[in-house]
């Protein structure tokens, strides 16, 4: 069975030609009006987009706006980012932020080991809409800040 490296790479083309890669599939996601007061801060200053793969904005949308609909938004207290060419941390193996695939909420209170703050329906929002929460990492790589879509 591929991993998910392999999938996405099938998928997207190979990262590490990040030139080509990035021309392909990284945009600057402007957030939409309606998205724009609910999305979090970023080392507490307002955030209005962000550099994520073109191919994750329509399933992403989807996610806040059921958020935004049953108020579980307000879980959301801090971005941490999304696109971003580098490792897993400890591992040599690409991060699924290389891929623009991956995003990063409340990290300081959901670092990678630690435990998950975020509620079950919260969560169950994002795998409705085809993300893997790394709430569901196994230990020692529990990961609750991470989401990320690899479909």
């Known amino acids: 069975m591929p991993t998910n490296e392999q999938r996405l790479t099938a998928k997207y083309g190979d990262p590490h030609a990040q030139d080509a890669f990035k021309a392909k599939n990284i945009i600057q996601y402007r957030f939409p009006d309606w998205l724009r007061p609910y999305w979090p801060r970023y080392m507490g200053k307002p955030v209005t987009s962000t550099q994520l793969n073109r191919g994750v904005v329509l399933s992403l ?13 307000a879980e959301l207290k801090e971005y941490g980012g999304a696109y971003n060419y580098r490792p897993m941390r400890g591992l040599k193996a690409l991060s699924m932020h290389a891929f623009g ?8 209170t959901n670092p990678l080991g630690g435990r998950v703050t975020f509620s079950q329906p919260f969560l169950d929002v994002w795998r409705r809409h ?22």
């Open 61 to 73: 949308e989807a996610v806040m706006r059921e958020l935004i609909s049953t108020g579980l938004i």
């Open 101 to 108: 695939v991956a995003l990063d909420f409340n990290q300081s």
């Open 130 to 151: 085809g993300w893997t929460c790394g709430a569901d990492f196994r230990a020692p790589r529990v990961d609750g800040m991470h989401f990320e879509y690899t479909k």
